[in-house]
Nanobody
Framework: QVQLVESGGGLVQAGGSLRLTCAASGTIFRINRMAWYRQAPGKQRELVAAITNGGNTNYADSVKGRFTISGDNARNTVYLQMNSLKPEDTAVYYC??????????????WGQGTQVTVAS
């Protein structure tokens, strides 16, 4: 079984920074992809950033140049560094991890979500 622990959200002023962390543990053989999604009230859930185990990254246009996704493969951990935060970044942020367990079955797991609130 694989578990995710997500942390780092909070309240910040516009222009400030936060760093989100998502750590995976358990019966992991290989992680293929880790990603961050967000959902604000009244809006669709959207992909914020994603990274593969080879280091390739993808970002939503709205966060390019401000957010950076990175991974520590040895620790099965992904980070989202968020700089120059704007009120429109306010949302619940969810970590998503996909890969292969030690018994060679696929997994696709979501974190519990962490609230990011950017004051105007």
């Amino acid at each position: 079984q694989v578990q995710l622990v997500e942390s780092g959200g909070g309240l910040v002023q516009a222009g400030g920074s936060l760093r989100l962390t998502c750590a995976a543990s358990g019966t992991i053989f290989r992680i293929n992809r880790m990603a961050w999604y967000r959902q604000a009230p009244g809006k669709q859930r959207e992909l914020v950033a994603a990274i593969t185990n080879g280091g390739n990254t993808n970002y939503a246009d709205s966060v390019k140049g401000r957010f950076t996704i990175s991974g520590d493969n040895a620790r099965n951990t992904v980070y989202l560094q968020m700089n120059s935060l704007k009120p429109e970044d306010t949302a619940v942020y969810y970590c998503n991890v996909g890969g292969l367990e030690r018994i060679f079955r696929n997994f696709d797991l979501w974190g519990q979500g962490t609230q990011v609130t950017v004051a105007s």
